[in-house]
């Protein structure tokens, strides 16, 4: 498989596999999963949010 990527995006991609201590395709099958996980929720009409430590400020995720 091919998988052609931007600089920056391969930059994304390395940076988190030294952060995380993973391979390439370690990383991608993650976020893979991840991107799975939230668009079938999204898709039963559930939301997604983040909210920060102190609980004062909460941001819905917006996929397009």
Known sequence: MTLN???AEMDALESLCKQKD???TAVLRQALRLY???D???A???SV???EKDKKNRSELVVL
């Open 49 to 51: 949010f983040f909210e």
């Open 5 to 7: 990527l931007t600089e």
């Open 40 to 42: 079938t929720r999204l």
């Open 36 to 38: 799975q996980l939230l």
């Open 44 to 46: 039963q009409g559930d």
């Open 22 to 24: 993973l391979s390439k």
